[in-house]
């Protein structure tokens, strides 16, 4: 609810103290209808007797207005002329509270209508109606009056039809001062487009001295637009106070709220109101006062017409019995207020426009004049005229106006152009400086002119400066700036070429430029640290950064473990580990339990099938890594089912594997890896050897945060720091040092720019912040530049500007640049050749465990036939037969038969096993085909008497060393004598 205002007209449903209503004691008349009335509350008796003299005449109207609208409440309500009350002048609570108890209570009002002006003679006619409303804490209003919303609604209507975005603000500590700020903060948010660039707070009833000195703020700012609330005496001190500050010139518009103006209709305004300016005016006249207890009327009717549709009461309810001395409340107060906000009141002869009320209890529609002061060149008198109007619904409409300096057009609004000192200082690609073009001697596009000093230039010598033409980031940044702000700017170099660090002296470089306001504001790639922020204005980030670290590439090899990579450790374990093994020793448990294999035999039942567990794990390894070399085969289905699905896995491995081993298989570069400012390295660069090397460059804001934050690390890296960036950078890649600190957003650019790629930024930022343009402190530029940094950050400048500056690709320079493929170096063949040379090791190992397994070992653990050994492998069992190769002759010189003799007599004894087992097999078909024939056969195959002799002389010629060979070797072949087969193969 607003406080008074100028006028402030407002229906209140009267809960004051009604608590428990009789519904009994209605006064009723003998038709069956109810009287109801309202009451009128002014504040003095001439009010009072104008609205008794034009009582009668108003409430004709209204009641007219409800017969042409056809209210249905008229059947069984009668309304009766209102009852108007005066304060007399006496805003005491105690005179309120005699109004109220005795001349309005008694007559059964239920609502009050209180008509107050604000007087500036009169200061408590104001608080009255705020002692009326604190009464009671159920007092419920509706306000028909236009409020301070509506007011600064018109207010921006006028800025927007001129295009004044920017203004400031001065009000006075009084009256209705928060809720003049509330509703221009409401409009500013609504319209977007706007801008407060100053407001300013007055207290005049304690302190007239200080105006001056507190409007002088708005000097020499882009203020041209001001807005004014305060009371009538109030702004005449304040437009005079400006007027000597010069801000009352052709270029600054005035608009003043309806408390600045008051009462139009005077004469002879004060000579410090300047011409032109232009005011809110609501109507104060008696004319006003008499429409606005019409309308009151009005409203009161269709409430009841709308009240009497609902079916919840009694008729009699609608006239409340209650007193001062009683706590009781009227029934239907809350339905009546609530049928007050749902009315809409059609055009009348009172009301110009519809009334219709808000959730709040505020009126939607309002209406006003806009005036403008005018000077009569004759009389030398200043007046208000109307040159203009402003509704709710149709919006503003204006004529022809007289603006400041009498000018023919209306202010900018802004200044045409004013000039500005920039600071800066170079740095790739934020701020870059070259010569201007030796031929046409201008500055390229998206450059701006700008100056130096002289290289060897010190402060004794002459004031010379160098042209430049500087671009970049921040140039673009700046003539964007300058075009939407219209400023023109002369840009040149810090004199001393420094960032900005706090010394015994105080600041120098670019901080102590803004320090001293030599520089209006500085803009180059400038961090936001606290330690400035004590000193400087900075405006909004326009660029993320922090602190980061650059460290050099450095030329790698193919990782020894690079075979390995393509998969990981997990994968190469199930399938070594389990796949390999499972399917191994299920192939051979198949073989070994089918019929077609070895029949759950140690030996094969039919023909030669040399297998064994060794032999499949052979398979599975030649299967996997597709191997052509000579294999044994299982015999069984199921064995070889079991084989052709290991195949195809097989296949589907080494295809994945064959697919990723390129990606693995290259070169890769070498860095150190460090976390970021903490890691070891850093904090501890002793700990490294030789000590790590780093630094920075002084008198910046990396180096100073890291002064604060880490003093060890600042004090070691003194003796490394470089004068520049490039300095530090080239330092990285040649090796002087082994990591440069600096500002991440210069360094990331530094890293895409590098045209060898031999630069890269590790770990993770420390002290994140962002560059921010400086100004010195209490800067009335900063608020602009803030609304304008927001504004191309939402439209998307900002990016713009960043991809074009800040995106780019390292591109290697030399004899190779854009081919394909380059020749590879032994480097890139390093992990081949270790893994080779780790394979002939192992091969030398493995030589060695065979000798001295041949030689020293397996005479002792062979001591016969077995079953289970000859199933896992059967070359192990043939070489554990063979010790009777390698014993030494018992006597004489005779050398033990060599490896080579065995295995030729092997292959005989073989040949001769299968003959034989053919002799057999074909004399048993001999004997079936006698038998069948009815033939017997004669011949006795059967050894001969003296076959024992003869065998014995034969192995008497045999060498010990070979019989003790076949007795091994021959074990198993149990169809075959040992003694016949030896005598045969000698034979």
């Known amino acids: 609810m607003d406080p008074p205002g100028i006028p402030r007209f407002l229906i209140t449903i009267n809960i004051l103290l009604f608590y428990g209503a009789q519904l009994g004691d209605c006064r009723g008349r003998r038709d069956g209808t109810v009287e109801v009335r309202f009451g009128v509350i002014v504040t003095n008796p001439k009010q009072a007797m104008l609205l008794n003299r034009e009582s009668r005449r108003i409430f004709r109207d209204a009641m007219s207005s409800f017969s042409r609208s056809r209210l249905g409440f008229m059947e069984n309500v009668t309304i009766l002329e209102p009852v108007i009350v005066s304060l007399d002048g006496i805003f005491s609570p105690s005179n309120i509270l005699s109004v109220l108890c005795e001349n309005l209570l008694p007559k059964r009002v239920n609502a009050l209508l209180f008509v107050t002006f604000e007087d500036e003679s009169q200061p408590d006619e104001g608080n009255a109606m705020q002692y009326l409303f604190q009464v009671s804490d159920d007092l419920l209003v509706i306000e028909i009056s236009s409020t301070l919303w509506h007011q600064t609604s018109a207010v921006f209507s006028v800025l927007e039809r001129y295009n004044w975005n920017q203004f400031s603000v001065i009000t006075e500590n009084t009256n209705g001062m928060d809720l003049f700020l509330n509703g221009i903060r409401r409009q500013r948010v609504k319209y977007k487009v706007f801008k407060i660039l100053h407001l300013i707070k007055l207290d005049l009833a304690s302190d007239k001295v200080n105006v001056t000195k507190r409007l002088k703020v708005l000097e020499n700012t882009s203020t041209r637009v001001i807005l004014l609330y305060a009371t009538r005496k109030s702004s005449t001190i304040i437009l005079e106070a400006a007027s000597n500050l010069g801000l009352t010139g052709p270029d600054y518009m005035w608009i003043c709220m309806q408390k600045c103006i008051g009462d139009i209709s005077e004469k002879n305004w004060p000579p410090q109101l300047p011409p032109g300016i232009l005011g809110i005016d609501i109507e104060m006249t008696e004319s006003s006062i008499i429409r606005t207890v019409g309308n009151a009327m009005r409203i009161y009717g269709h409430a009841l017409d709308g009240l009497m549709r609902q079916s919840n009461y009694s008729i009699g309810d609608l006239s409340p019995n209650v007193s001062c001395e009683r706590e009781d409340v009227w029934s239907l107060g809350r339905k009546f207020h609530n049928a007050m906000r749902k009315v809409d009141v059609p055009l009348g002869t009172s009301n110009h426009q519809r009334i219709q009320f808000s959730h709040d209890g505020t009126v939607k529609f309002a209406e006003f004049n806009i005036t403008n002061l005018f000077l009569d060149p004759k009389k030398g008198t200043r007046f208000w005229t109307t040159v203009g109007s402003w509704n709710t619904e149709d919006g503003l409409q204006l004529r022809d106006i007289v ?121 180059s790639s400038i961090k936001i640290t606290q330690e400035r922020q004590k000193f400087l204005t900075f405006s909004i980030p326009y660029l993320e950064t922090g602190i980061a670290i650059v460290v050099a590439k450095r030329e790698g090899v193919i990782s020894p473990t690079a075979f390995l990579e393509p998969f990981d450790y997990l994968t190469w374990i199930i399938i070594a580990g389990v796949c390999i093994q499972c399917v191994s020793v299920f192939i051979f448990i198949f073989e070994w339990m089918s019929p077609d294999g070895l029949d759950m035999q140690p030996t094969p039942v039919k023909g030669d099938h040399h297998f064994s567990l060794f032999r499949v794990y052979w398979l599975v390894f030649a299967i996997f890594f597709g191997a052509t070399c000579p294999v044994t085969l299982p015999r069984s289905l199921t064995s070889k089912y079991l084989t052709t699905i290991w195949a195809i896995c097989s296949l589907a491995f080494v295809a994945v594997y064959t697919a990723n081993l390129a990606t693995f298989m290259i070169t890769r570069d070498e860095v150190f890896d460090i976390k970021g400012i903490e890691d070891r390295r850093i904090l501890n660069p002793y700990s490294n050897s030789p000590p790590f090397r780093y630094g920075t460059m002084p008198f910046g804001s990396t180096s100073e945060t890291i002064r604060i934050a880490y003093p060890q690390i600042y004090n070691y890296m003194q003796q490394f720091n470089k004068k520049s960036v490039a300095d530090g950078i080239e330092a990285v890649k040649s090796g002087q040092l082994d990591a440069f600190l600096y500002d991440a957003a210069v360094l990331d650019y530094r890293v ?45 400048y900002l990016e713009q500007i960043q991809q074009f500056w800040l995106t780019g690709a390292c591109k290697k320079k030399g004899a190779n640049q854009g081919r394909q493929s380059h020749a590879l170096g032994i480097k890139n063949f390093m992990s081949a050749f270790i893994f080779l040379g780790l394979g002939l090791a192992v091969g030398i190992v493995c030589l060695m465990v065979e000798w001295i397994c041949y030689y020293c070992i397996r005479f002792g653990l062979f001591t016969g036939k077995s079953k289970v050994l000859r199933l896992m492998s059967v070359n192990i069992t043939r070489y554990m037969a063979m010790r009777a190769a390698t014993r030494k002759k018992r006597a004489g010189s005779r050398k033990p038969m060599d490896i080579a003799t065995v295995a030729e007599l092997y292959r005989n004894a073989e040949e001769l096993k299968r003959a034989r087992a053919e002799t057999e097999f074909l004399q048993r078909k001999r004997r079936q085909i006698l038998k069948i024939n009815g033939t017997v056969g004669d011949i006795d195959y059967s050894p001969s008497p003296d076959y024992d002799q003869q065998n014995k002389r034969s192995l008497s010629a045999v060498p010990e060393e070979e019989y003790d060979l076949w007795n091994g070797w021959m074990y198993d072949q149990a169809e075959v004598p040992l003694e016949v087969l030896a005598t045969e193969t000698i034979i």
């Open 752 to 796: 895409g720019s590098d045209q060898d790629c031999k630069i890269l930024t590790v770990g993770s930022w420390f002290a994140t912040t962002g560059y921010a343009v400086a100004f010195p402190q209490g800067s009335h530029l900063a608020a602009s530049f803030d609304d304008l940094l927001m504004s191309y950050q939402r439209d998307g």
């Open 403 to 523: 603006w400041p300096g009498n000018s023919p057009v209306p202010p900018l609004g802004r200044p045409e152009k004013y000039h500005l000192n920039i600071v800066t200082l170079e740095e790739e690609p934020y701020v870059i400086m070259k010569n201007p073009e030796e031929q046409k001697g201008v500055c390229e596009s998206r450059s701006a002119k700008c100056r130096r000093r002289p290289a060897n230039w010190t402060r004794t010598d002459e004031d010379i400066w160098e042209e430049r033409c500087c671009s970049g980031l921040c140039i673009d940044l700046l003539q964007k700036l300058g075009s939407d702000m219209g400023f023109t700017f002369d840009l040149y170099r810090v004199e001393d070429g420094k960032w900005g660090a706090k010394t015994e002296n105080g600041w120098n470089g670019l901080i102590a430029d803004l320090v001293t306001k030599k520089a209006d504001l500085a803009l």
